[in-house]
């Protein structure tokens, strides 16, 4: 090869980039890539951004290890949702990672987030839609009852895009935020957690019941305050998962830094935990990788109705039901713990069109964890599963809505995403 020279080049301004779609959606994990490419196979012009510069969201960046909420409870679960979430289950299975394993009645499934992060990869690729990672939301415009534009900063110069709709799938509702839309949170912190995996531990590994009550008992003296948490084994990659690190994740970017570098010391402090006092299992243990902070509740959209707790409770299935998902109410309010409520065989929480539809603009719908629901609510319908049962619902939303969600018929986006309501396939494990 010849020897390549150095050139000196003008100083150049960033490039602005300009974007036109059918639809923006902001946020790139679970429920804005399954909003994205459900859309885009559905004929729509998509563009996709997200701020971190790799695809997936908390899926695959938070080290999060299982997906939940997939299949129904009882002696035989069956699949609650189908569309791009089949294509995902059924991609990771043809590549060996992913492991189901049964949990509360139910299954959840060990997934390997590489193989999931190449999944979203591939499928965006081959369904068209434009994406843009390392792009933060800075400035949306609105034009009266319609969010006008979005602009995006990333490292390379600015990027504005203009849609007949946006899907709001931030996790913190930025776009309402942004917007200056309305929004609710709940009244109390809700704990986070850096996941992260540890290598060397010798089997078995302790069971959750034995960690809970050793760390009922001497929580205090490692210097750890979470007592209700677990660790669980991906035998395939001869790894663990820890989830026992907990910290309120406050919005604001200063105080979320402390938050993230002080989870370093948590981790180090529960190493000592699991190596003081599981010591055939943890002895030679040693941490692999550390996962984004992990943020399960912040903030959501105001949207035409709130999805509420009794509901959830009661398990009633709204006239304008788009989604479905069985997973306890898991609310991370304290430092201390976990309240977990759970449900009996059979009971199905149902999404509404309207906790997604924004009540104050025409053309935003939120997906995932910022649609409007009350803390304990969302608390059962923001795991993985019905995140992406909602990015199938704010896609066909889209679709049929021409920019007005706010005339659209339920029915007709029932009638889409009719498979993630009626179909009863049984769980392939
Ligand atoms: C520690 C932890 C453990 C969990 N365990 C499980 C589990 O075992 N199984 C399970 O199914 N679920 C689990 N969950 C829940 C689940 O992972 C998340 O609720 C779900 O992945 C949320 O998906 P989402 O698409 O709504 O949001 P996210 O995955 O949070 O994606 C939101 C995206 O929006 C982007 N974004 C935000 N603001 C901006 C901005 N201003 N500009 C551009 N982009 C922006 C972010 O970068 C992010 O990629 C867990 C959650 C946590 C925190």
Same mark, same amino acid.
């Not at 196979?41 to 997939?70: A, K």
């Not at 699949?79 to 590549?95: C, E, K, M, P, W």
């Not at 190449?118 to 415009?141: D, M, W």
């Not at 009852?145 to 913190?172: E, F, K, M, N, W």
């Given at each position: ?315 009633? @299935?709204?006239?304008? =039901?788009? /989604? *479905? $998902?069985?997973?306890?109410?898991? %609310?991370?309010?304290? +430092?201390?713990? &976990? ?22 603009? @025409?053309?935003?719908? =939120?997906? /995932? *964890? $910022?649609?409007?629901?009350?803390? %304990?609510?969302?608390? +059962?319908?923001? &795991? ?46």
């Amino acid at each position: 090869m010849l020897e390549p020279r150095r050139i000196e080049i003008a100083a150049t301004p960033p490039r602005s980039r300009v974007i036109a779609a059918d639809l923006c959606v902001v946020g790139a994990g679970a429920a804005g890539v399954t909003a994205a490419v459900e859309a885009a196979r559905q004929g729509l012009r998509v563009c996709l951004i997200d701020g971190l510069p790799q695809i997936g969201g908390q899926s695959v960046n938070g080290l999060i290890g299982t997906l939940c909420g997939f299949y129904s409870t009882g002696d035989a679960p069956y699949q609650l949702t189908y569309g791009f979430a089949s294509d995902v289950l059924a991609d990771l299975r043809q590549a060996g990672a992913i492991s189901h394993r049964p949990g509360r009645r139910s299954y959840v499934a060990l997934y390997d987030e590489a193989e999931l992060a190449a999944i979203y990869a591939r499928h965006l690729v081959r369904a068209g839609v434009e994406v843009v990672l390392g792009a933060v939301l800075t400035e949306v415009t609105r034009e009266g009852d319609r969010i006008g534009a979005l602009l995006a900063q990333t490292r390379y110069g600015p990027v504005s895009v203009t849609a007949t709709t946006y899907v709001d799938a931030s996790g913190d509702a930025v776009v309402a935020a942004l917007a200056g839309l309305p929004l609710q949170q709940p009244d109390v912190p809700v704990y986070g957690t850096t996941m992260f995996s540890v290598a060397g531990v010798r089997t078995p590994v302790p069971l959750r019941a034995a960690i809970i009550a050793r760390l009922e008992q001497v929580a205090e003296a490692y210097g750890l305050t979470r007592k209700d948490g677990f660790v669980f084994a991906f035998p395939a990659r001869d790894l663990c998962l820890v989830n026992l690190t907990h910290y309120d994740t406050p919005l604001d970017a200063v105080a979320m830094t402390a938050r993230a570098l002080d989870a370093h010391h948590t981790i180090a402090r529960v190493m000592d935990f699991l190596r003081g006092e599981f010591p055939d299992a943890f002895g030679a243990a040693r941490v692999q990788s550390v996962g984004q902070p992990g943020v399960r509740q912040t903030r959501g959209i105001v949207a035409q109705r709130c999805l509420t707790t009794a509901e959830v409770r009661a398990g009633i @299935r709204p006239d304008d =039901a788009v /989604g *479905r $998902c069985a997973w306890p109410i898991e %609310f991370h309010g304290s +430092a201390e713990g &976990v309240h977990w409520e759970e449900f009996p065989d059979g009971h199905l929480t149902w999404i509404p069109l309207s906790a997604m539809i924004a009540r104050d603009v @025409r053309n935003l719908v =939120a997906a /995932g *964890r $910022c649609i409007d629901a009350e803390p %304990f609510a969302l608390g +059962a319908v923001r &795991v993985i599963g019905p995140c992406m049962a909602m990015g199938a619902a704010a896609a066909a939303a889209a679709r049929l809505a021409n920019g007005d969600l706010h005339a659209v018929t339920p029915g007709n986006v029932q009638a889409i995403v009719a498979d993630n309501l009626q179909r009863t396939d049984p769980a392939i494990v």
